[in-house]
């Protein structure tokens, strides 16, 4: 049996670069037998390599010249996660998995994604939005000024562009507001400060057209704190609050147009359940959330693989953008 070229996509020129090689590896290194693996490395200065050698994107992924029959995204933050590389593989037709351009934009920059979220009914922490100009930059006292008279400490100051937890600062008082907003400020044109949500941590995957579900939704996973270095899946909420987690996992994912799958994450705190963002390609290393749901739920690592290929490969999904 003649087996798929799959083209695993990893590297990249963000921040999350390293990452992005474990989750490449791992995606490789777990292939079902049915697979061809290609190692497609983009380096960090966007040059790109097909199994340790150096490519175009057109030698990689223009079929009639012996191009990968599929690419499988293994990338995260800025290019691989935000609409750049979808566009690329759609100029040469080749069908991908995970989310395409609008949807995987819409999600990088948070301040949209917020407003998504707000007009699909979904609870969100406050936040104030800032741009920085083209000529001034941005004013951090002012904007930390305009937070301070609207809203209570703590805050958290991201970057509204940023992928992972880059450039986030919890901020107690109005000298470490300032300090968050230029932080964050440093790592993109859009900055996002919110209200501090005091809660569990929580996330739910979306694995689409599973088990007889258009969204079916993974068991959700608690977040422990960093110092206890560990998840619990599934977690320990009780039913009514993970009911109500896997419901707003599904809302959020179809609000945005994602496809195939997604992972949101959210606060659980005495005053609801709160949504905080929305990942269109999820970390995919031994340590990484979405596959220990998948298990929980039945679901091997090669399966997952095996399914999200099966996805990208079924038309009318396959290279289109969903909106």
Not at 64 to 75: D, I, K, P, T
Not at 137 to 165: H, I, Q, T, Y
Not at 180 to 206: N, P, W
Not at 257 to 271: L, N, T
């Amino acid at each position: 049996m003649t087996k798929i070229k799959v083209g695993v996509v990893r590297g990249g020129p963000s921040s999350e670069y390293d990452v992005s090689l474990k989750t490449g590896g791992e995606v490789l290194k777990h292939l079902p037998d049915n697979y061809h693996g290609h190692d497609v490395l983009v380096a960090k200065n966007s040059d790109w390599h097909l199994n340790g050698f150096l490519k175009t994107p057109a030698q990689i992924f223009n079929s009639v010249h012996g191009g990968v029959e599929v690419v499988f995204n293994a990338m995260h933050g800025e290019f691989g996660e935000d609409g750049k590389a979808q566009q690329i593989f759609e100029s040469f037709n080749v069908p991908y998995t995970g989310s395409g351009v609008i949807p995987s934009f819409l999600a990088m920059q948070k301040h949209l994604a917020r407003d998504l979220f707000l007009k699909s009914g979904l609870k969100i922490p406050r936040g104030f939005v800032f741009y920085k100009d083209d000529f001034d930059g941005l004013d951090a006292e002012d904007c930390a000024r305009e937070v301070f008279n609207s809203m209570a400490p703590p805050w958290v100051a991201k970057s509204a562009g940023a992928g992972s937890s880059l450039g986030v600062s919890v901020c107690q008082t109005f000298p470490e507001l300032i300090e968050g907003i230029q932080l964050a400020a440093d790592f993109g044109r859009t900055v996002l400060v919110e209200e501090h949500i005091k809660g569990k941590e929580a996330t739910c995957g979306i694995l689409e057209d599973f088990r007889g579900e258009n969204h079916y939704a993974l068991p959700v996973v608690e977040i422990m704190p960093p110092e206890n270095k560990f998840s619990i899946c599934p977690a320990g909420f009780d039913n009514a609050t993970k009911i109500m987690i896997e419901e707003i996992a599904k809302i959020a994912h179809q609000a945005l147009g994602c496809r195939h799958y997604s992972r949101a994450d959210f606060i659980v705190s005495p005053r609801g359940v709160y949504l905080l963002e929305v990942n269109t390609l999820p970390g995919l290393t031994s340590e990484s959330l979405l596959p220990k749901a998948a298990a929980a739920a039945g679901l091997e690592f090669p399966q997952l693989l095996d399914h999200l290929i099966k996805l990208a490969l079924t038309p009318p999904l396959a290279g289109l953008t969903k909106v």
